[in-house]
């Protein structure tokens, strides 16, 4: 995605279903600074506290299985 003022410190909830990720998720943010992830508030959902980023910025989310 491409950062913007919507888009810096925002959480953001990605659905990741267990069939696809069975391990649970490894997530990897790259494109700003520190991210937080924290498991929301049922399966198969991830929650992430994106990086502060400069507006124009590139931020890739990257989610493997474990």
């Known amino acids: 995605m491409t950062a913007d003022r919507t888009t810096r410190r925002a959480w953001t909830v990605l659905s990741?279903?267990?069939?696809?990720f069975p391990h649970g998720p490894r997530?990897?943010?790259?494109?700003?600074?520190p991210v937080t992830v924290v498991v929301a508030d049922g399966p198969g959902r991830t929650k992430l506290r994106l990086p502060a980023a400069r507006p124009g910025a590139t931020v890739r989310v990257t989610v493997t299985d474990r």
């Open 27 to 33: 997530v990897r943010v790259t494109g700003g600074g």
């Open 16 to 20: 990741l279903p267990d069939a696809a």
